[in-house]
């Protein structure tokens, strides 16, 4: 056996440290750029407690949405997909919006935030339209990607619909969506950490099962998988988490896309590679994509969101070319 | 060895019948070929045993009811090579065969030492090393088949059905093929049953066959038995010349029509 894995092995096992060096390499730069200047012992404060949450809120929102677009593609078998063309990002918008115009005020005191929640449900309700649909239309990839982008113009039409109803809500509405990773805390770190850590253990755990699912639905089933269960709960782990880092930093798109073909592109496609180190490249990115935000305008920020579309949109119609999707 | 049993095997999509009382008994070790025109219920057969389509009637393996296995179970007890399957560009011949340890790993479980060693000895004795760490993608026809009846062979199971092994590989590739199966059958003693649509390659490589018209078998037994002129010109709607080798091997001619 030894003599088999000779040639692959040795370039697997240092592809995770190298990426571990690269995140720690995007966090240190994320604590020391900002506008106040470099680290000093006068600006500790200003690191500790507006750049540190600022950096870890972006790794896991990039760590997590980067997790569940290569969960995705696996379950989808198709490179396209990701948490926004899937329309999930769409409907944890529309929920939120929900819950902002009918209980914000009334389930203040709750003793769960209903918010994420919706945001869930509204996630899961558009995936599931998106696949039922693309499904009915042979399933292929353009039919997925096609039927994604109805499902979120159709979320989002509603969506913007209800605001204009209720325009007292707007504002709140919209500083939700657009994000607010440029104003993390530590507390949102801590509201979303929780439904990340078991969303991508969950993930973690199927990442051989995404192995099997490439053969196909029916070969799979065959070599002995149970493939509804499978996509059942990794369509919902990706799905929650999604749903999680969207309630804290808005709609960041293409970073679910990105990440994951990078990786495949490195380091091979097998889910058991691409999934771990789709998490830690993600982080990396989306630290770094935090960083020209803050010092390319004096005084305002551009979101993130912007810089990773500007990278993405190009990476996109790249992945489109290369990879040969069946129409 | 195992052997296979069917009583009464229907299997319909929608309104359209696809396979009528479906009644045989594959010994163990033995090569059972499925032959008949399209739409015949060949595949239906293999389909329903791999358990990929609902049936009616009643499947065993060893006597025992197929349906009431778990999905690995059945995996373990059969392995099923489909007509064209789905090979990802980007896997490794490795990788894919890998696959066929699948029954044996738990739910979160990973492949063992034993799962590697035997892949390996696998790709060995099938002289397919060197593909371990090629991409599928860059593979020919007849590479990329071998490597699936390597899969389905790592999976270790008493039963192993072929749906239409070599309809995609030239002749030289269909032999080669064939020739694996039958040598696999001898050392593991496997019991196959298998759809085909040469004839005459049927006819050399299987023990018995069954031809299939509209859902039902109307004929079965050896190939000088099924393979008669007569019996294809009225199934297939064919006109072919039927020739019998000194070695017993059947040989199964079109002929072209006067007429033209």
């Known amino acids: ?327 | 060895m195992s052997s296979i049993g069917f009583e009464c095997l229907n299997v319909r999509y929608g309104q359209q019948e696809a396979l009528y009382a479906f009644t045989d008994q594959v010994r163990p070790g033995e090569w059972l070929c499925l032959i008949g025109p399209n739409g015949a219920g060949k595949s239906s057969v293999l389909r329903a045993v791999a358990g990929l389509v609902r049936h009616r009637g009643i499947i065993t393996v060893d006597g025992t009811p197929l349906a009431t296995r778990s999905p690995r179970r059945r995996a373990a007890l059969v392995a099923y090579v489909p007509q064209s399957p789905l090979m990802p560009d980007d896997m490794t011949g490795l990788e894919y065969v890998l696959l066929g340890r699948n029954p044996y790993i738990g739910y979160f479980g990973n492949e063992t030492k034993h799962d590697r060693a035997l892949v390996a000895d696998v790709l060995a004795r099938l002289d397919l090393e060197a593909f371990a760490s090629r991409r599928l993608g860059a593979l020919s026809g007849g590479e990329r088949q071998r490597l699936v009846i390597a899969r389905a062979v790592a999976q270790e199971a008493p039963i192993l059905l072929l749906d239409e092994p070599t309809s995609a590989l030239d002749i030289g590739h269909q032999q080669q093929a064939l020739e694996l199966v039958d040598r696999l059958r001898r050392e593991h003693g496997l019991t196959v049953v298998s759809a085909m649509h040469d004839l005459t390659l049927a006819g050399l490589y299987a023990d018995r066959l069954a031809l299939l018209h509209q859902g039902h078998v109307v004929a079965t037994g050896d190939a000088a038995h099924v393979l008669r002129p007569e019996t294809l010109s009225e199934f297939y709607g064919v006109s072919v010349s039927v020739h019998h080798e000194p070695d017993g091997t059947v040989v199964v001619v079109p002929r072209r029509s006067a007429s033209i």
């Open chain 1, 1 to 327: 056996m030894p003599e088999l894995q000779a040639d692959r092995r040795p370039s697997r096992r240092w592809w995770f440290p190298v990426a571990l060096v690269l995140l720690a390499a995007a966090a240190a730069l994320g604590a020391m750029i900002g506008p106040a200047g470099g680290i000093s012992s006068t600006n500790w404060e200003i690191i500790w407690n507006i750049r540190l949450p600022r950096v870890v809120l972006a790794g896991i929102v990039g760590a997590m949405l980067s997790l569940a677009g290569a969960s995705y593609q696996g379950v989808f078998r198709n490179p396209l997909v990701d948490p926004y063309l899937l329309g999930a990002a769409a409907g944890a918008g529309l929920g939120a919006s929900l819950v902002f115009i009918y209980g914000r005020v009334s389930t203040a005191g709750w003793l769960v935030d209903p918010l994420p929640l919706a945001a869930f449900v509204g996630a899961l309700l558009a995936v599931t339209v998106t696949y039922t649909v693309g499904a009915s239309f042979g399933g292929s990839s353009l039919s997925l990607v096609l039927a994604g982008v109805a499902v979120a113009a159709l979320a989002t039409a509603v969506q913007q619909y209800l605001l204009l109803r209720h325009s007292e809500v707007i504002k709140e509405v919209y500083s939700w969506i657009s994000g607010r990773v440029s104003t993390a805390t530590w507390s949102d770190v801590k509201l979303v950490l929780p439904y990340v850590v078991v969303c991508s253990i969950v993930l973690l755990l199927h990442r051989r099962h995404l192995d099997v699912l490439r053969v196909g639905d029916e070969e799979a089933a065959t070599l002995g998988s149970e493939v509804r269960r499978v996509r059942l709960v990794v369509v919902i782990a990706a799905t929650l988490g999604t749903a999680a880092v969207v309630s804290v930093s808005g709609l960041i798109g293409f970073v679910g896309i990105m990440v994951p073909h990078l990786v495949r592109l490195l380091a091979g496609s097998s889910y058991r590679l691409v999934l771990p180190l789709s998490i830690v490249v993600g982080a990396a990115f989306l630290i770094l994509a935090d960083i020209p935000g803050r010092v390319l305008e004096q005084g305002a920020e551009t979101p993130i969101g912007v810089v990773t579309a500007l990278v993405g949109a190009p990476m996109f119609i790249f992945v489109l070319r290369t990879r040969r999707v069946p129409a």
